[in-house]
């Protein structure tokens, strides 16, 4: 599994973590400006009850039979009072007080505009030629209590407003990303043998380059594919006349030999004639394993067709393969032709190399296991590693042209298929088998050849 994340997941979770940083932000903005202008509104506050209770107090001292003396000031009812206040003269002599008025939060004499104490804000204010001072206090912790009030009222929204936001730019990305989704599918999705160029109308313009180099990557890559099974299509195919009127010329003068001698030479000639057809004919076979016609679009039985290649090798070696498949159908996106030569060429190289003393093992399972086994030498790991490339051999003097895996692993890779190759066999102490899983076919279309 990839741990890239998508690019759709990073904008969502960036846009929203940077959503929520600008409304937390916005949020603290928004509360200092707010207790800024509730600080403003309640200083005001304090100033205008100053100035409008002055003038009362004033009255009700200077009409007072005795000058002397504190005075609290009657409450018409019991209630919470946010604001209360002292009148005092110029030493500090309480002559009128709130109902809930603490004198102590006062300094000792009174002073005029604003100060603040650890608890209260206070303000002052004077009259009668400054002999009689009014000071109106409020506590601090009524504005904090508002500060913190009005800071919960602006955020209580964000518990609404981030799950949304969330939803609105996963659906706006999700949208925007559409048609970038659709070209990976698209290219996801096409088989091994797909080199057509991918669909761009739609993509958003920055990724539009990005498809236009894909294309052009395909379109040269389908050149050099075309141009190189072309040549060996056309080299074998264009040997095998030749190849054919040369055999049989050889042959036909080999019946008119008499000197044993030249019969001979002429004998070995025809031997490599045969090789040469043989190696045309492997190529041939190679192009069309190399071809990308590995798979058909619809599901095919392969057990008659496993049945009939293995019938076609027992008149050149009578009893010696031993075949075994299920008595039910083995369906498989595995081309019939590509299967026929992937089974020719595995159980033609188990009978070349196997040992001849030995049988060939043709095994079909129930869940479309295909092994072809076959007794002999052990062949080394760092040879059983390169078989499967072209005209790679292992140490042996049967004649072949190296080519009989190599065929039998374009056709599986082509199909996304994996073979196996083991030595010694499997349940055995010698021998080399091939296994393969037909079922597999299509299921992970394997890169071009």
Known sequence: MSRNSSLQ?????????????LWLLGVAASGLVAQHEMNEVFDSALEETAQRILPLAVTDILNRESNTGNRTAPALKEHDEYLTYVVRDRQGNLLLQSHDADPGIFAALPREGFTNTSTHRIYGASAVSDTLYIEVAEP??????????????LLVPLFVLIPVSLFGIWWVVRLSLRPVIEFQHSIEARG????????????????????????????????????ERSFTANSAHELRTPLATALAKVQRLKTQLEDQHLKKNVVEVEQALRGLSTLSGK??????????????????????????????????????????????KVNSLLDPDAFAILARNLIENAMKHGSVQQPVDVIMTDDGRMRVCNGGDIVPPDQLAVLR??????????????????IADAIASGAGMTLHLRSPATGRADGFEVELNVTDAGRNPGPCT
């Open 283 to 328: 190529l041939l076979e190679l192009a069309k394993a190399e071809g990308g016609g590995a798979l058909s679009q619809q599901p095919h039985d392969l057990v008659p067709i496993l049945a009939m290649i293995s019938r076609d090798f027992e008149p050149l070696a009578p009893g010696r393969i031993r075949l075994t498949v299920p008595d039910h």
């Open 9 to 21: 997941k990073r904008l969502g979770i960036g846009l929203t973590l940077g959503a929520t940083v």
């Open 389 to 406: 490339n072209r005209f790679s051999r292992h140490d042996t003097r049967a004649a072949g042209s190296g080519l009989g895996l190599a």
């Open 140 to 153: 601090l912790a009524h504005r904090r209590e508002a500060a913190l009030e009005a800071g919960i009222a």
């Open 192 to 227: 091994a043998s797909d080199l057509s160029p991918v669909n761009k109308d739609r993509l958003p313009e920055e990724f539009e380059p990005t498809a236009v180099a894909v294309n052009r990557l395909l379109e040269r890559l389908n050149r050099a594919l075309d141009a």
